[in-house]
């Protein structure tokens, strides 16, 4: 075994190997046979593959088990052992200088609250396989074509649990965004914050597509990237998926990543030891030139699809201050009963008014915040975009609350009250959550700078010691109340000023306690506030709705030149006109507030609340408003916007997910009364995963949207081979087929069901979709229809159910 961090460090480029089922179909691997478990009864197939990627210039080869979990494999399946026997293989195969990656694709399965897994469930997992690889003498754990921010951060927890070894990190994108809405920018922010150690994008692209990721990971990491690209987008020809890029082209324009500072190249999907050898010759006597990085944030607070960057030259983040109960008596009685319906009406409305973090406290007398705290990130997730800053005095509710969130949230805080960095400290950094560094010690408040800064230097070092890296830490410069300590507002500015100047650190304070016992407090607030921002804060915690404290700072962010041509302030404030008082102004007002002429029903539907849904059909209905009109003028046009919103990218799939089981909701109560269209014959659609593909995470997306449009969905599953889909077709009269494949291996069985459909002269048109299909294959195939995403589906099976 070698020293693959060692490796990261030198001027060397590293070369990884191309794909691994192609060249097994070659030695005998069927469509859709498991490879891991081919491997094991072909040790021979195995062993060849990788020696023609190490004679190709290999210096990392990568173990045959990408579907090595217990989601992937058959039932009683020895996952350790056989996890452990390829990366034994592998080992062997390599030779002395050629490193071993243990291979870790996505189980399929969705962390809640997209899906009914927990993360817990998918570190298990994980840690059962990462655990055969690294008995098996891998050299590091490579997480692959993962789409979800979730998954990926499932993968790093789970080898952190089991083993030393470094960690590299590959997301799959579609255009500028994964599966779940991750832009390059929120995965490699995530990513620096877990601490892994190579940071890459592979599979879905060609180099020519994946060249705006490749970009975006120069000039924003600081740790190494690493570039996996296609062999361009698969077509069929003659029945046979092939990858149009031949070597030389793929080598030609796969090398210009080093150009960009990429650190790792090689070849997924269609490339073979011919690309690599190519690959290998278009870098020989080149070496590794680590690229700037101006777009480095100082520290990232990310969510699945939002990344917020504090400090340095970033505008100064608003994080809301409004879900808490203290002084809220209705909110805390519904935290004790576990409701969070004024939770998430405080969340939306500090999203309107501009927050850039959330902060959720949810400490009450009677409350279980173990519980709690992660219950209500959960709905928030499903819901809300922004980050989240869990905040919690209970160290275990902050723990939860990490387990519940995808992404990395800030928490606070740690404070130097005896056992909390310790018991803390390392949570946050295997989770790569930042926090709030809070500098209180004792019973004695720290009232001057120095004071404050000495306690803060303690804990820096407490920190260092737990290897909890300066990225993860944000200062809080600890507001204390003017009318009682005098000197308290200088105080904050001097320990601003320091924590940026001497250690590079941001910082942040709640605006509220300088004025307390003060008259005209949001005066002072933010007349504090401006001083503040002027001296150098990165962060503020504060309520968003308070006009005045809002118009110092997006016109603090002009004047401080964070702001480029004023463009944010003139967005909120084109218009404006001040009220008679001073602060705040009708346009703003407006803007704020959001309202784009929806109404309650169709706005719940869009925002995903199926408890308000059903309580305003009900509100409907006793009205006397009819069933089909409440559907029809309420609940569809709400899905459609949802729709146009996700097609727009302003929503991702959580959003869409959350919008889609509201609109079910409300739409299974009024079901029953639909007695108008009681004896219309609903468009009929069977839809499938092709034989050999057990990928089945967006046909069930797609499911869902197909029944929230009134179609009447004969769901097969997965793995589903042409003649039971035609054989249900024919059964139940569908319209419409639709299939769905995820792999290149497996999408060619698409054409079989075309085929044997037209063979038995059904009517039923066939629409197909995936990660893998394009429009050019759905022609060559002789399909109806290409669907790009659930939203379009929808919109493709109409035309086509209109048309049979």
């Known amino acids: 075994m070698g020293d693959f961090r060692k490796a990261l460090g030198d001027d060397g480029l590293l070369i990884f190997d191309g794909a691994m089922g192609t060249l097994l179909q070659g030695r005998g691997l069927a469509a859709g046979e498991s490879p891991e478990l081919f491997g094991l009864a072909h040790p021979d197939a195995i062993m060849a593959t990788h020696r023609e990627y190490v004679q190709a210039g290999s210096r990392v080869i990568t173990a045959n088990t990408f579907g090595g979990t217990h989601f992937k494999l058959p039932p009683g399946t020895d996952v350790v052992a056989l996890n452990r026997e390829m990366a034994r293989l592998a080992r062997q195969a390599a030779g002395p200088g050629v490193f071993v990656a243990g291979s870790v694709g996505p189980t399929g399965h969705f962390v809640a609250p997209l899906g009914k897994a927990s993360l817990s469930d998918l570190v298990a997992a994980f840690a059962e396989q990462i655990r055969g690889l690294a008995e098996g003498g891998c050299d590091l754990i490579i997480g692959e074509t993962h789409f979800d921010l979730a998954e990926a951060k499932a993968v790093i927890l789970a080898c952190r649990q089991v083993c030393s070894l470094p960690v590299a990190m590959c997301m799959t994108f579609e255009g500028a965004a994964s599966l779940t809405g991750s832009s390059p920018e929120v995965f490699a922010d995530a990513m620096e914050n877990l601490g892994v150690d190579l940071i890459g994008v592979n599979c879905g692209q060609g180099p020519d597509d994946m060249r705006l990721v490749g970009e975006v990971f120069a000039r924003r990491l600081a740790t190494p990237f690493f570039v996996k690209p296609n062999a361009g987008m698969p077509r069929l020809e003659n029945g046979v998926t092939v990858f149009p890029m031949g070597p030389a082209e793929f080598a030609e324009k796969t090398a210009r990543f080093a150009d960009l500072g990429a650190k790792a190249l090689s070849g997924c999907c269609g490339t073979t030891p011919a690309h690599i050898a190519a690959l290998a010759g278009a870098l020989a006597g080149r070496s590794y030139k680590r690229a700037d990085t101006p777009d480095r944030p100082v520290l990232a607070v990310t969510a699945r699809s939002t990344t917020v960057c504090v400090g340095g030259k970033s505008p100064c983040a608003l994080i809301g201050e409004r ?59 499903k819901r809300q975009q922004l980050p989240l800053c869990l905040d919690s005095n209970n160290a275990d509710a902050l723990t939860a609350g990490l387990w519940a969130y995808p992404g990395t949230p800030l928490i606070n805080s740690i404070s130097g009250e005896p056992g909390r960095m310790e018991r803390l400290g390392p949570v946050c950094r295997d989770h790569g959550a930042p926090f709030i560094l809070l500098p209180l010690k004792g019973r004695k408040l720290p009232v001057t700078a120095a004071e404050r800064l000495a306690i803060i230097e303690e804990l820096l070092i407490q920190a260092d010691s737990l290897r909890i890296p300066r990225r993860l830490i944000l200062v809080d410069a600890l507001a204390l109340t003017v009318s009682s300590k005098p000197e308290a507002a200088v105080a904050c500015l001097d320990t601003i000023r320091y924590c940026r100047d001497t250690w590079g650190l941001p910082t942040v304070l709640g605006l509220s306690n300088i004025s307390f016992g003060l008259p005209a407090r949001e005066l002072v607030n933010s007349a504090f506030f401006a001083m503040c921002l002027g001296a150098g804060l990165a962060a ?97 046009p709400g899905i459609m916007s949802v729709g146009e919103r996700y097609e727009r990218k302003e929503f991702f799939l959580p959003q869409l997910l959350a919008a889609a089981e509201a609109m079910r909701a409300g739409f299974a109560r009024l079901e029953p009364l639909l007695t108008a269209t009681a004896g219309a014959a609903k468009a009929r659609i069977v ?76 009517t039923a048109r066939i629409m197909v979709g995936g990660a893998v299909v394009t429009e050019a294959f759905a022609k060559s195939i002789g399909a109806d229809a290409y669907a790009t995403d659930a939203v379009d589906a929808v919109r493709q099976a109409k035309a086509l159910a209109a048309g049979a």
Request: hydrophobic fraction near 45%; proline fraction near 3%; charged fraction near 25%.
């Open 323 to 381: 879900i808490n109960p203290t002084g809220k008596p209705e909110l805390a009685a519904e935290l004790v009963a576990g409701e969070f319906s004024k939770a998430l009406a405080f969340a939306e409305e500090q999203t309107a008014a501009g927050a850039h973090i959330l902060d959720v406290n949810v400490g009450a007398p009677m409350v279980d915040e173990v519980a709690v705290l992660p219950g209500l990130a959960l709905e928030l997730v």
């Open 687 to 762: 839809m499938a995963t092709v034989e050999g593909d057990i990928h089945d995470i967006g046909k069930n997306i797609v499911c869902l949207m197909l029944k929230n449009h009134g179609f009447e969905v004969i769901d097969l599953g997965k793995d589903v081979p042409a003649e039971r889909i035609v054989a249900a077709a024919s059964e139940h009269g569908a319209s419409v087929i639709g299939l769905s494949a995820l792999m290149t291996t497996t999408m060619v069985r698409m054409e079989d069901t075309v085929r044997l459909v037209r063979e038995q002269g059904l």
């Open 540 to 636: 503020a915690i504060a309520n968003p709705n308070v006009a005045r404290l809002m118009e110092t700072l997006t016109a603090g962010e002009v004047l401080l030149g964070r702001d480029p041509q004023a463009g944010r302030f003139i967005s909120r404030y084109a218009g404006w006109k001040p009220n008679q008082g001073g602060g705040g102004g009708v346009v703003a007002a407006a803007a704020v507030a959001g309202d784009d002429g929806e109404s309650r029903l169709r706005r719940a539907v869009v925002r995903g609340r199926t408890e308000e849904v059903l309580e305003l059909v009900e509100k409907a209905l006793a009205d006397g408003q009819d069933a089909a009109t409440i559907l029809s003028d309420e609940l569809i």
